[in-house]
């Protein structure tokens, strides 16, 4: 089945800092990538996704960039800040209509 | 925060009991999903659901029971538990059953069985 590597695991930034998540796929029929944020004790949220179709998008200080060629995607957070600090999940579908989500990476915003 | 519920917020329970896991959507979709969620562990999908009709069930073992009686109900029976089965266990749905749908996942019931 359909395999997504996730990392980092864990990332520590100050505020302020950047953070970048990136995710690798194996299903060269993927064509949706969804980012979903769960604050701890909170439910998956999406926050922004991207279609095979578009190699970047963005979303005030959030972006997702896609590389179909090296099947990876990455979550870009510019100027982060306190309430960024969550676990963060990629996810990817399209070859089946299952999503497949990464392992997680919980991102820490130290003030 | 109110599209998907789902109730008991928590449950303990030992591993002869039953107990049902309920889930609402009140967006108007066609398809639900049931998620287990342990840490350092990925989102496992356990059932999936497309207009009432169970279209996959993951290997998941017979203890998980799921039903479907309509578009906006989706119920997941427990009984004979083990403790490795404690963990948060997510409801979600989407309009449709394509890769593309975003899902909307409910807050979850944290399930610890004793």
């Known amino acids: 089945g359909e395999n997504v590597e996730q990392h980092p695991s864990t990332l520590s930034v100050q505020e302020g800092d950047s953070a970048v998540i990136k995710c690798t796929y194996s299903?060269?029929?993927?064509?949706?990538f969804p980012w979903y944020k769960q604050e701890l004790g909170k439910r998956p949220q999406l926050i922004i996704d991207?279609?095979?179709?578009?190699g970047e998008k963005k979303d005030q200080r959030i972006a997702v960039t896609l590389n179909k060629t090296a099947k990876h995607f990455s979550l870009h957070i510019t100027e982060t800040q306190p309430e960024d600090s969550a676990v963060y999940f990629c996810?990817?579908?399209?070859?089946?209509?299952?999503?497949?989500f990464g392992r997680g990476t919980s991102l820490i915003v130290h003030p | 925060e109110t599209g998907v519920t789902q109730t008991p917020r928590h449950l303990v329970m030992g591993m002869t009991n039953k107990k049902s896991l309920k889930c609402e959507q009140h967006?108007?979709?066609?398809?639900m999903y049931w998620y287990k969620q342990s840490a350092k562990k990925p989102l496992e999908l356990m059932f999936v659901?497309?207009?009432?009709?169970?279209?996959e069930n993951n290997s998941v073992p017979s203890r998980f029971s799921p039903e479907c009686p309509n578009s906006s109900h989706l119920f997941l029976h427990l009984h004979t538990l083990q403790p490795e089965d404690s963990a948060l266990y997510l409801c979600?749905?989407?309009?449709?059953?394509?890769?593309?749908?975003?899902?909307?996942f409910g807050p979850g019931t944290r399930l610890l069985v004793l």
């Open positions: 996810a990817n579908s399209g070859g089946s209509y299952i999503p497949t």
């Open positions: 991207i279609r095979s179709n578009v």
């Open positions: 967006l108007g979709h066609n398809a």
């Open positions: 299903d060269s029929a993927s064509n949706y």
């Open positions: 979600a749905s989407s309009q449709n059953l394509a890769g593309t749908e975003t899902q909307y």
């Open positions: 659901y497309s207009l009432e009709e169970r279209v």
